[in-house]
T-cell receptor, first 112, second 114 residues
Framework: DAKTTQPPSMDCAEGRAANLPCNHSTISGNEYVYWYRQIHSQGPQYIIHGLKNNETNEMASLIITEDRKSSTLILPHATLRDTAVYYCIVRSGSSNTGKLIFGQGTTLQVKP | NAGVTQTPKFQVLKTGQSMTLQCAQD?????MYWYRQDPGMGLRLIYYSASEGTTDKGEVPNGYNVSRLNKREFSLRLESAAPSQTSVYFC?????????????FGDGTRLSIL
């Protein structure tokens, strides 16, 4: 599975968009980009995932660059409850374990 | 809409004691996983079950055993607990082999071994 690089921490003002970057320069063509978050040591919460195209759901948007070497998770209107550790994970389409490899993630602090 | 349920939520054991952590999912998922998370670290896979009747080792299986009791339930057993197994344990499940399906996690079991 490709390795990801994320900034260790970021701040965001409440009500503003939070843009969390992730580099995955060694990603292969069949590998998906997944985003999870973990709040107060609760279980990781699935946010969104994509392969090539940009994706949007009720929680967030995922923008993947054309060369697929990086992506950005966008929380359009951050709230205090979005304060969490955000994990960007690249999963191989050839893997048969289905496991997720978690890195250190980005700690997002949403401030009033 | 329970999702993935883990019991117990907290447990304190003495070194050498045994214990089974329970996990059940109500989403009719085929694959289930056990992870552990230590302070300041990401999750590490202990064991997984790709489908009912099968189990395989993950990254850190030593000291653990698992049982896929049926499609819903996947248990993790510590036969002789050691302080190094103090951790937060998370169970997860997914519908297929997870390639294009997200894993859904339980809220964890916080285990302390004295």
């Amino acid at each position: 599975d490709a390795k990801t690089t994320q900034p260790p921490s970021m701040d965001c003002a409440e009500g503003r968009a939070a843009n969390l970057p992730c580099n995955h320069s060694t990603i292969s063509g069949n590998e998906y980009v997944y985003w999870y978050r973990q709040i107060h040591s609760q279980g990781p919460q699935y946010i969104i995932h994509g392969l090539k195209n940009n994706e949007t759901n009720e929680m967030a948007s995922l923008i993947i660059t054309e060369d697929r070497k990086s992506s950005t998770l966008i929380l359009p209107h951050a709230t205090l409850r979005d304060t969490a550790v955000y994990y960007c994970i690249v999963r191989s389409g050839s893997s048969n374990t289905g496991k997720l490899i978690f890195g250190q993630g980005t700690t997002l602090q949403v401030k009033p | 809409n329970a999702g993935v349920t883990q019991t117990p939520k907290f447990q304190v054991l003495k070194t050498g004691q045994s214990m089974t952590l329970q996990c059940a999912q109500d989403m009719n998922h085929n694959s289930m996983y056990w992870y552990r998370q230590d302070p300041g670290m990401g999750l590490r896979l202990i064991y997984y079950s790709a489908s009912e009747g099968t189990t395989d080792k993950g990254e850190v299986p030593n000291g653990y055993n698992v049982s896929r009791l049926n499609k819903r339930e996947f248990s993790l057993r510590l036969e002789s607990a050691a302080p190094s197994q103090t951790s937060v344990y998370f169970c997860a499940s997914t519908s297929g082999d997870g390639l294009n399906q997200p894993q859904h996690f339980g809220d964890g079991t916080r285990l302390s071994i004295l």
